[in-house]
């Protein structure tokens, strides 16, 4: 199956780094129109998922937050134990670190942590001062003035649909709290997700939104989990993942399955 979102150059870095995986650790793999997803075997979970864009890599990937590895301590709070996690391969030069972050990746693909030992390799200072670069932690980019075009939304509506929920979100019935220096106490808050984007089509309807937390809000919009268009039950690309195959927890109003359509063929990964 084609990869639809890639072009000749990352399809060539996707290529090289599969070559490196294949090779040295013997990891399987399958494409899907978005993706190139590891396994260890058939039936094992997940180790990493790949999303070759035009001029970039999305390496998704579930790391152990309680690993002793200097990579991975160093940036806890953004590497977790289940999707998603994410490295940006910017240059080919960036494969060499890809490669050891999904070997450390399969290290938590199995709830036992009892993986083969042969294939793990802790990741020297160098590699550690690497991946800084690479996401720009130390070296922020520059800055320039860009003209934007904005989406007029009804936020009424969305105000509305929060209310209706109680803010909570309706994938994990969750909600956040946050200080609101205006008014100097703490406030509820939760976001609504547009299901066919605004951007892309979609409308601002009800029909067209869900009300979410910002964790699962964040995993809509990478495509990591959707909600089935004929069974309504949830589906995540981790197939660990606690809330894969549930109902929505709350579901109080109507969402028009063509939405759900769009968002499960065009974004979700399969």
Known sequence: MALIDASDQTLEWLEELTSNIEGEYGF??????????FKET???????MLNPQINQIRVMLKLNPNSNNKLIESYRGYFYDRFPSVFIIKEKKDIKLAVKLIVESSQYSEKSFQKKNNIYRKSNDQD????????????????????????????????????KYEYCCQICN????????????????IEVHHIWPLGKGGFDTTNNMLVLCPNHHAEFDLGTIALNPDTL??????????????????KKHKIDKKN???????????
């Open 260 to 270: 759900l359509d769009f968002h499960y063929e065009k974004t979700y990964y399969e």
């Open 42 to 48: 058939e039936e094992s979970p997940n180790i990493s």
């Open 233 to 250: 039950l949830i589906e995540h690309i981790d197939e660990d993942n606690s809330y894969n195959g549930k109902k929505l927890r709350n």
């Open 128 to 163: 550690f001062d690497y991946l800084k670069t690479a996401n720009d932690i130390e070296n922020p980019p520059n800055y320039v003035i860009t003209l934007t075009t904005r989406i007029i939304r009804d936020y009424k509506l969305a105000r509305d649909l929060k209310e």
């Open 28 to 37: 399987q793999y399958y494409d899907s129109k978005h993706w190139r997803v």
């Open 174 to 189: 969750e909600t956040f709290y946050v200080w609101n220096s205006n008014i100097n106490e703490m406030e509820q808050y």
